[in-house]
Nanobody, 131 residues
Framework: QVQLVDTGGGLVQAGGSLRLSCAAS????????VGWFRQAPGKEREFVANINWSYGTTWYANSAEGRFTISRDNAKNTVYLQMNSLNPEDTAVYYC????????????????????????WGQGTQVTVST
């Protein structure tokens, strides 16, 4: 069983930056893919980015590419999402999520971006970007 705690949200002006953290307890992230999703009011939960803990490979949504960076700290068993050049459209509750991966199959972007494929979720952290 994996427990995820996501923190780091807050209120920031447009153009500003925030760094979200996702800390795991219960077990290490090895053999997991860890990602971030977000959900704005009245909208579906959408994929932001993820990282393969063992290999370090990353996937990004188009909206995050070039502005957000996902990374991991093995010693702290923590995944980070550095968000730069934030704009009001980034306002949402951000959720950390994790799922086990198999090295014997090939995953597509559809696999990575489907929230139903993730087994563990954090409680969410609010990010609000003001104009």
């Amino acid at each position: 069983q994996v427990q995820l705690v996501d923190t780091g949200g807050g209120l920031v002006q447009a153009g500003g930056s925030l760094r979200l953290s996702c800390a795991a307890s219960g077990r290490t992230f090895s053999s997991y893919v860890v990602g971030w999703f977000r959900q704005a009011p009245g909208k579906e939960r959408e994929f932001v980015a993820n990282i393969n803990w063992s290999y370090g490979t990353t996937w990004y949504a188009n909206s995050a590419e070039g502005r957000f960076t996902i990374s991991r700290d093995n010693a702290k068993n923590t995944v980070y999402l550095q968000m730069n050049s934030l704009n009001p459209e980034d306002t949402a509750v951000y959720y950390c999520a994790a799922r086990i991966y198999s090295s014997f199959r090939i995953y597509t972007f559809a696999d990575h971006s489907n929230p139903s494929n993730y087994d563990y979720w954090g409680q969410g952290t609010q990010v609000t970007v003001s104009t």
